[in-house]
Each structure stands twice: as structure tokens, then as C-alpha cells.
């Protein structure tokens, strides 16, 4: 049997970390805001975990999203992706240039960020191939604020373009 040499690498990834929004530039403050506010317009009547998110597009515009549930529970949509999917609808060409995520729980902001899931990394991640530029992510709770300077970073080895390239016989 041939000895095989593993190789061994690393990922990392930087963040800021605030203890008050009021450290934040006026602009992501404002953002963290408007996904608080969000949040408390969630419907979330099975978990009682209301997220809001907030996007803000090249233009200066934000737009809104919250999670939604459904007793059917694969059938609820996250903030992120709501967000998201209402701003490449109704906005198209203005592409967002950062995202804010706050949650409630038990009528009380999180007492820690809260990251988003899986699916909504993924999707944060192809907005920022579609559109060619990093997506600020902000992450807001009662004690700290998360600023990750590309929402890439949350998702290593993402899944992409590249991996639907096929190669015919």
C-alpha cells in the first residue's frame, strides 16, 4: 500500500466585536435598528423566536425581512432570505452592500448574536458572487455586535458555480 501525505490547512476568518451599537457607524447603526424593529413584526407563533433582517442596497434603500413561520415547519422562510429575495425582486441592479440580523426571544433581544443558518450563509454567499462585491453582515444582541466584512466568511467551502460544472463525454 502506497503511504499517502495528508495535507493539513486551516480556515480562518476575522471579525469585529462591539459591546453597543452606539460604537457602530452611524449607517450600520441605523441598520441594526431597522432589523430589531423587523424582528418584532416576525411571525413566529410556534418557536416564539422572532428574527428581523435588514438590507442595505447600493442605493442607500433598506429593506426589510422577517422569518415566517408554518405549522408545516419546511414550509417557514428565514429573515435573511426574505430580505433578500424582496430586495432582488423589487430592486433589481441595486444589489445590497450589507446585512443586519436581531432576534427576540421571550419579548427580550438575544443575549448573543445570533449567525445565520446554513441555507441563509449559502444564499448571502451567491448574492455576493451575482453581484461581484462582499456583503457586510452585522450580526445584533442585547451585549454584543458582530461585523463580518463579507458574508462569504461565514460559509467555507461553499458550495458554487464551480461545483455545477459538468464535464461531457
Known amino acids: 500500500m502506497k503511504d499517502v501525505m495528508l495535507k493539513t490547512k486551516n480556515i480562518?476568518?476575522?471579525?469585529?466585536?462591539?459591546?453597543s451599537a452606539e460604537e457602530l457607524n452611524p449607517a450600520d447603526r441605523e441598520l441594526l435598528s431597522s432589523a430589531i424593529e423587523a424582528a418584532k413584526n416576525?411571525?413566529?407563533p410556534y418557536s416564539g423566536f422572532k428574527v428581523g433582517a435588514s438590507v442595505l442596497l447600493s442605493s442607500g434603500k433598506i429593506i426589510l425581512g422577517t422569518n415566517v413561520e408554518n405549522a408545516a415547519f419546511p414550509s417557514g422562510i428565514c429573515a435573511e432570505?426574505?430580505?433578500l429575495a424582496n430586495a432582488s425582486a423589487n430592486h433589481p441592479g441595486d444589489f445590497p452592500v450589507?446585512?443586519?440580523v436581531a432576534a427576540i426571544s421571550g419579548n427580550e433581544l438575544t443575549p448573543v448574536p445570533v449567525s445565520p443558518c446554513g441555507n441563509c450563509r449559502q444564499v448571502?454567499?451567491?448574492e455576493e458572487v451575482r453581484n461581484g462585491t462582499g456583503i457586510r453582515v452585522i450580526l445584533g444582541s442585547a451585549n454584543k455586535i458582530h461585523v463580518i466584512e463579507k458574508?462569504?466568511?461565514?460559509?467555507?467551502?461553499?458550495f458554487s458555480r464551480e461545483n455545477l460544472k459538468v464535464t461531457r463525454r
Not at 12 to 19: A, L, Q, S, W
Not at 151 to 158: I, R
Request: charged residues 20%; aromatic residues 14%.
Open 12 to 19: 480562518t476568518f476575522n471579525y469585529k466585536e462591539f459591546d
Open 42 to 44: 416576525a411571525y413566529a
Open 81 to 83: 432570505r426574505n430580505a
Open 98 to 100: 450589507a446585512i443586519a
Open 124 to 126: 448571502i454567499a451567491e
Open 151 to 158: 458574508g462569504g466568511d461565514l460559509l467555507p467551502l461553499q
